[in-house]
């Protein structure tokens, strides 16, 4: 029986940086077989002002990772 992995479901990642954290599943992309977890595979972007008198951002956000990386969590 396989499971599938939808969003809202809890994963555990299995390889990566993030080795042992549980998240749940925001986007999932089945094309490109990546999905984004919530806490995982966060990265900083630092953002530049586009206007005069804007001040600059430094902003994180949660980057895709393969399924093939995770597994379903019935925690």
Same mark, same amino acid.
């Given at each position: ?5 939808? !969003? *809202?479901?809890q994963v555990l ?5 993030? %080795?042992? &954290? ?5 986007? @999932?992309? #089945? ?6 977890? !919530? *806490? ?9 002002? %586009?206007? &005069?008198g804007e001040v600059?951002?430094? @902003?994180? #956000? ?14």
């Amino acid at each position: 029986m396989k499971n599938t992995i939808k !969003k *809202g479901n809890q994963v555990l990642v299995l390889s990566g940086n993030s %080795k042992g &954290q549980i998240g749940e599943v925001l986007v @999932i992309d #089945r094309k490109r077989k990546q999905l984004v977890v !919530k *806490g995982i595979n966060q990265k900083t972007k630092h953002m530049k002002p %586009k206007r &005069q008198g804007e001040v600059g951002q430094i @902003i994180r #956000r949660e980057y895709p990772i393969h399924m093939s990386q995770v597994r379903l969590w019935n925690g």
